[in-house]
Structures are given as C-alpha cells and as structure tokens.
C-alpha cells in the first residue's frame, strides 16, 4: 500500500486508530478522522513522526453528510486519488429493548448506518471515475449473528453487511472493490461504552464488557491484531473479513446449525437477565 491514500473514520480510537496505524506502516498517506477532533490530531502526529506513511486528522461527525462529502472530495482533489476508503466509525447502544427510547434507535442509525452511507455516497463516484478504489465497511459478527440486548446495534452492522454485498457486486466490473468487516469482541474503547451521555442509561450501563467477555471466552482480541487482519483481507479483496477465528467459527456454525447458536444465545441471555434482575 505503499504510495497509497486512505481515509479512516473513528480513526482516533480502537479499531480506526489501529488501521491507521497498519497503513502508516505499509507507508501510505491517511487521514485520521474523528469526531473527537483533538484524538484524531494527536493519533496523526503520532503515525506522521514514526512513518514511513504519512498522516494528517480532520474532525468529523460522520453523521452529517455534507462534512463526510468535503472531506472526501478535499483528500481527493489534494491527493489527487483515493485509494482506500475505511468507514469505520460507530457506536455501540445495549440494553432490553423495551427499555431504549427512539432517540437510542435513531442515534445508532444515524452513526453506525447513515455514516457508512455518507462515507460510500461520497467516495464511491469518485472512485469509479478513477477507475479504481476499495471501500471497506466496518459492520461486526453482530451483523451476521443474533445480538440480543444490543439490537439497534445488530441491526445497524445486518444493514452495512447488505449495504457492502450488494455494492461489491453492482461495482465489481467497474474496477472498485468492497469489503466489509465483521470482528468479533475486540479489547476497544467500546467494550466500555455506556452510550451517548445525552441519552438516558439503561439498565445494561456497566455490564456491556462483561457480557462480551464471558460470550467469548474471557478474551478480547487486540485491535493491532485485527487490523492486520483487515489489511490482509484487503489485499486479498475477500468481501467479508471476519476475524478472529473465534467470530469465524460461530458466524459458520450459524450458517450450518442456526439452532446450535440459538441454544448458546439463549444462555447468555438467561445469564444476562440474572444479573438485571429479570430472570
């Protein structure tokens, strides 16, 4: 990827901040951009002192889709390509679903969903003008498994799995490729979430990681990690990266005995609803 351009959004922490780093590395020029504008900048400074890519930040609410628009637009016509184009960014909402209130539905649609839309409504026609690019479109295992207390959520990563298939067919002949991510529990900022502080809390504030953890084992996968992975699959153009093989190994099972799965999911959410104080 050396001499390439890319853009990472939530590029300041966990996973985003990972990638950027893996790209710095292979030597390509990334843009850093996150809402938490300061996070973005300091993470660029970082990458551009160790190299040998090159990295410079933007804050950027993916939410709104005119700044995701001048933003790739900008890094295009200053770089003069766009060659990787990562929307990365997303929240995470959890709790009984009787109990999330719209603005927690429409507050998850509008980061994990919408800013994936914004980030391919805007790149996509460039690079088919270009002739060449990769989107890549971070969803998760909860959009290719069921994910109950984190519904929205699930439902928000099931969406950016069809989004990118869909796209990655309708754009294979025209010389832009799409992938989608789907990793599994990552030891990232988000395992620690306790949602939007605007929005009111739900009973699951606090035991978002530990149901996480206990479902995989006791243990989080690296985000450094991960981003190799990702990088890898790139490489390879696969359409869906999924990662570690513990994901891959439950996103199969689902695939050839969804009962097994449910059974599994069925147990976890006996436990979870245990420590509620609903079981």
């Known amino acids: 990827m050396d001499g390439q351009v890319a ?32 996070g973005a900048e300091a993470v660029a400074r970082e990458l551009g002192a160790r190299g040998p890519g090159s990295a410079s930040s933007i804050g950027l609410d993916v939410a709104d889709a005119a700044a995701v628009g001048e933003a790739v637009r900008s890094l295009h016509t200053d770089a003069g390509r766009l060659d ?3 929307n990365n960014a997303g929240i995470a909402i959890g709790g009984p679903a009787e109990e999330l ?9 509008d980061v994990n969903l919408r800013g994936v839309i914004h980030g391919v409504h805007a790149a996509y026609p460039l690079m088919l003008e270009q002739g060449f690019g990769h ?17 929205p959520y699930a439902m928000t990563k099931h969406a950016v799995v069809g989004l990118s298939l869909s796209l990655r067919a309708e754009a294979a002949t025209r010389g832009v490729r799409v992938s989608v991510v789907c990793p599994g529990v990552i030891d990232t900022p988000i ?22 953890l206990r479902a995989n084992g006791g243990r989080a996968y690296p985000p450094d990690q991960l981003a ?18 513990r994901a891959r190994v439950a996103w199969i099972a689902n695939r050839i005995s969804p009962r097994v799965v449910e059974r599994r999911t069925a147990r976890e959410l006996a436990w979870v609803r245990t420590r509620l104080g609903n079981g």
């Open 7 to 38: 853009l990472v959004t939530g590029g300041a922490s966990g996973i985003g901040r990972a990638l950027c780093g893996a790209l710095a590395r292979r030597g390509t020029r990334v843009l850093v951009a996150d809402i938490n504008a300061s």
């Open 84 to 86: 990787l184009v990562f």
């Open 101 to 109: 209130t719209l603005a927690h539905w429409e507050r998850t649609v």
């Open 135 to 151: 989107i890549v479109n971070t969803a998760s295992v909860a959009g290719l498994l069921p994910f109950p207390f984190g519904t």
């Open 191 to 212: 395992l620690d979430g306790e949602g939007p502080p605007d929005l009111p809390s739900t009973s699951m504030k606090g035991l978002g990681r530990e149901m996480l």
């Open 228 to 245: 190799e992975d990702v990088l890898k699959g790139v490489d390879e153009n696969r359409a869906v990266i999924v990662a570690p093989a």
